[in-house]
């Protein structure tokens, strides 16, 4: 037996041998196609290669692409379970020639590898053609041998693949496997075709053409090959059965499912099995893609597919949530294949029994509320559109659970009803959101989003992407384009781009349409729209066209970098402060990180470098940080920090980094930091490379504040400190490690230098040098006068009391020119203090000299004057004080 994983390998191997080259599987969300829900076929990773927009090393590629095929245009979620064929998860073998070669090779290809290569039965396979395409038929002839009746011209869309109302498409060639006459059914154009009989395997299409919305087409540049195998349905023959789910890799995860619940895989329980087993793949894969169950865009899908198959499980009597036990037999089975889904293991096992187990909480009740309904109602009436809506609502039930519930009743929902009563609800919700006093023009992105939806983000996984303008906006009013030179704002489908939140800073790049190219210079968030303040750059653009959406990936790589660190840091300081501390608000910029915390005191040197320690030992660590979404008692359950005073909707996304060391104290025992946080960060702690403070200081009362850099910020601080120390040393001439004790030497030398030339001045100024005046009697009194350079204001009142002493008894005035300004000082002794006041003699001294004011006490007063200009005036004006 051909086992999957062999006919996988075998498929790429073949055409790897025929040049081409192996590409691994894009992601589940498609960047590149704004029109696309989510990936559906092989060629959707390929779309900008057959319109000839990009080009590759490669011109024949070959790939085993992860398709979801549920909400959007291929949307087979309802019939899962109930038929042979039916996935939303499933994997798509293709061979894909860009300009290289066309029908003429890939029929040939395609054939050889289906009877040679696998070994199928020429004689069981036939095909059908687009009707015009001659062409074709005769490759078939020729190369194929097959007869007229084996070659089926068929007119309709069957034949003329598109992956979605816009791009390349073009006629196709299917090929088609007949299980043979003991089944039902008919071969494709005959009224019997829905059998199972003829099962289509492989669709080649010869892409020619590219469709635009207004409906026109224009052939491709180059004629391109684009082919689709669905595994699951070739392995179902090679394996000898027509049940896809009867396949090793399906029938593994059935009987996982089965083993869990101790029922029998082929019993009453088929049913349930079979979309356990397809949800627990497309669930899965989709979270290992990045997306999370959420109440909008695909993350409903998500959640919806969850719900169904979590519903299935209770149907099997499952006690306990059963999903996420199952994941380990998946990895078992394609894990190798696609790694992703190893690494993602533990965050899907996580996020299903969280889902899981909070549905379960609803689930009865809604489950008897629905019973109750349909016993009240006659025979065959369906389920009003109100009591849906209520499952929805108040029991969290898909629209398409309480369908696939009452399927097995024979009964449907009044859709018409459930869409009043949800258009009913949006609009309380914008009434009561409009009072809420967010941005002024913030209605205009009310409008928008009821028009458009809100912003699918898809910056958690990548940074570039392309998007669907939804809407343009200047000044408070939507416009249908905007020109080189104007501001504008622009709201997409899609974006990578982070809309400020949390602390972190709106991205920042460029968007570019086929007409224009528009700046991003900031990215917010109003009503679930993503906002990106824009300056167009050149050219126009327009609403409603696709664009191509850039990120500033080095500055975002910078802010991923500090808000990561922002997690440890603040774990960090739990752990070297206390319990106590708690975030206050936080800034994650690309060139720096703030972080706010409750804390009364400033932080110890030593605290500081614990911390900065601890922090650069979990970078090391090199950790993966992974993220889950739960509802916020669960993480609060498990430990999470929440921020203080943020509202929370029902649900959170957790990001944990870091494993316990042994010497931490930890969250929920194993992990290091586990936080509430909608943020974007690195994908393990390594990409900080390097954290390092710059220092603690106050916020405000209670609150202190951090700021520290991370990466090359860190390093080029560290570098310029270096640089600092090194021009240091030099300027002393001595070795760094010697720089404090040279500086500390040079202090000392620089008091004790200070210290003797103010005794010099001093000394200096008391032997007067040649020009010192004599004492003069003036009312029996001496009196010393005199005006002085070279010392300070500093140096008066030594020079006083030593002028006093040696008068004995007198009065002294010294006037100090210091340059443009004056110092003045003078002083009485202490025998005559009760006749006579230095306070006096100043002010009348200062008086002359244009100063103001000046004091002190009757033995000594000091005051200044803007010049000493009229120093000799200014001693006749004390000599007048001195007489009396
Ligand atoms: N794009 C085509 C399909 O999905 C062939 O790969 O069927």
């Known amino acids: 037996m051909q086992t999957l994983n062999e006919i996988r390998s075998t498929f790429l191997n073949y055409y790897g041998d025929h040049g081409h080259a192996i590409v691994p599987s894009s992601p589940l969300v498609p960047r590149n196609d704004p029109t696309l829900m989510f990936t559906a076929a092989g060629m959707v990773q ?27 245009k291929h949307n087979d979620l309802d019939n899962v379970g109930y038929t042979a064929r039916h996935h939303t998860f499933f994997e798509m073998l293709g061979n ?15 054939w050889d ?145 089965a083993n869990a619940t101790s029922s029998d895989p082929d019993g ?25 169950p959420s109440n909008d865009g695909r993350g409903y899908v998500l959640r919806r597919i969850m719900r169904r198959a979590m519903r299935h ?59 109750d309904e349909l016993s009240g109602l006659p025979e065959g009436a369906n389920l009003s559109g109100a009591s849906a809506f209520k499952l929805y609502d108040t029991y969290g039930f898909p629209l398409d659970l309480t369908q696939d519930a009452l399927r097995e009743k024979g009964r449907a929902v009044d859709t018409d009803g459930f869409d009043d009563a949800m258009a009913a609800q ?164 690309a060139d720096r990180l703030r972080f706010d915390f409750s804390h009364n005191e400033a932080i110890s040197a030593q605290d500081m470098a614990r911390v900065e320690a601890e922090v650069n030992a979990y970078v090391r660590q090199n950790s993966t940080v992974e993220t889950r979404i739960m509802t916020p008692d669960d993480a609060r359950a498990l430990g999470a920090q929440a921020l203080f005073g943020e509202k929370y909707g029902d649900e959170v996304r957790v990001v944990s980094m870091g494993t316990q060391d042994g010497s931490g104290k930890g969250t929920d025992g194993t992990t290091y930091s586990l936080e509430l946080c909608g943020g974007t960060h690195v994908a393990r702690t390594g990409d900080i490379g390097a954290f390092v403070m710059l220092g603690d200081s106050a916020s405000s009362a209670g609150v202190r504040r951090i700021e520290a850099l991370t990466g090359e910020a860190a390093l080029s601080h560290l570098r310029a400190q270096d640089a600092l120390l090194t021009k240091t040393a030099t300027e002393l001439k001595s070795p760094a490690t010697s720089v404090p004790e040279r500086v500390r030497a040079l202090l000392d030398e620089r ?63 010294l006037i100090a020119d210091t340059g443009g ?13 009760a006749n006579l006041s230095a306070v006096d003699i100043l002010r009348a001294a200062v008086a002359e000299l244009g100063g103001k004011g000046g004091g002190g006490r009757p033995d000594m007063a000091q005051g200044g004057s803007p010049s000493a200009d009229n120093a000799e005036a200014a001693i006749a004006a004390a000599t007048t004080v001195l007489k009396g």
């Open 46 to 72: 390929f779309k900008n290669l057959f319109t000839g927009v990009e080009t590759r090393d490669y011109s024949r590629a070959t790939t085993a692409q992860k398709c979801v095929r549920a909400g959007g």
């Open 96 to 110: 894909f020639s860009f300009g290289d070669y066309f029908k003429e090779e890939a029929i040939p290809l395609a």
């Open 113 to 257: 590898l289906l009877t040679k290569g696998f070994g199928i039965d020429a004689s069981k396979l036939l095909v059908t053609v687009y009707h015009t395409d001659d062409e074709a038929v005769e490759i078939w002839k020729k190369h194929a041998g097959l007869s007229d009746d084996r070659i089926i011209r068929i007119a309709t869309d069957d034949n003329f693949w598109s992956a979605g109302p816009t791009g390349p498409c073009g006629p196709c060639t299917e090929i088609f496997y007949d299980h043979g006459d003991h089944i039902w059914g008919g071969p494709p154009g005959s009224p019997e075709e829905d059998g199972d009989r003829f099962v289509e395997i492989w669709n080649l299409v010869f892409m020619q053409y590219e469709q635009f919305e207004d409906g026109t087409r224009r052939d491709l540049p180059n004629k391109s090959i684009d082919t689709g195998m669905g595994i699951e349905r070739v392995a179902a023959l090679l394996q000898g059965t027509n049940d896809n789910y009867s396949t090793d890799l399906m029938r593994s995860l059935i009987e996982a499912s």
């Open 268 to 292: 009453p329980g088929k049913t349930h099995h079979r979309v356990i087993a397809d949800h627990l793949r497309s669930t899965s894969f989709l979270m290992a893609d990045g997306v999370m």
């Open 313 to 371: 499980a209770h149907l099997l009597g499952a006690a306990d949530p059963l999903m996420h036990r199952l994941v380990p037999a998946l990895v078992a089975q394609m894990g190798q294949a696609y790694p992703e889904l190893g690494q993602a293991q533990t965050m899907i096992e996580q996020t299903l029994l969280q889902e899981e187990t909070r549905f379960r909480q609803t689930l009865d009740r809604g489950l008897k509320l629905l019973d």
């Open 426 to 589: 949006k609009a309380k919700a914008r009434a009561a959101w409009s009072g809420s006093g967010e941005a002024a023009d913030a209605t205009v992105w009310f409008d928008v989003a009821d028009k458009a939806g809100v912003t699918d983000f898809l910056g958690y996984e990548t940074e570039t992407a392309e998007g669907k303008i939804a809407a343009l906006v200047q000044d408070g009013k939507t416009t249908d384009t905007a020109e080189a030179g104007q501001t504008v704002q622009i709201a997409l489908n899609q974006t990578p781009f982070y809309a400020e939140s949390g602390g972190q800073l709106g991205d920042t790049g460029v968007i570019t349409t086929t007409t224009g190219t528009a700046r991003v210079t900031d990215t917010r968030k109003a009503a679930g729209v993503f906002i990106h303040f824009a300056e167009v750059e050149k050219g126009s653009i327009y609403n409603g066209q696709d664009a191509v959406l850039e990120v500033d990936a080095t500055r975002r790589s910078a802010i991923r970098a500090n808000h990561s660190a922002t997690h440890l840091l603040h774990e960090a300081l739990r752990h070297a402060l206390g319990d106590h501390v708690a975030q206050r608000g936080s800034l994650n910029a």
């Open 751 to 813: 008091r004790s230098l200070a210290n003797e030339v103010a005794q010099l001045r001093r000394e200096l100024a008391m032997s007067g040098g040649s020009n010192a005046p004599e004492a003069q009697e003036i009312n029996g009194i001496a009196f010393h006068a005199q005006v002085l350079t070279g010392i300070t204001g500093k140096d008066l009142p030594a020079l006083i009391d030593e002028h006093k002493t040696r008068l004995k008894s007198g009065a002294v005035l």
């Open 821 to 833: 300004k004056a110092a003045v000082a003078a002083g009485v002794t202490d025998d005559l203090i």
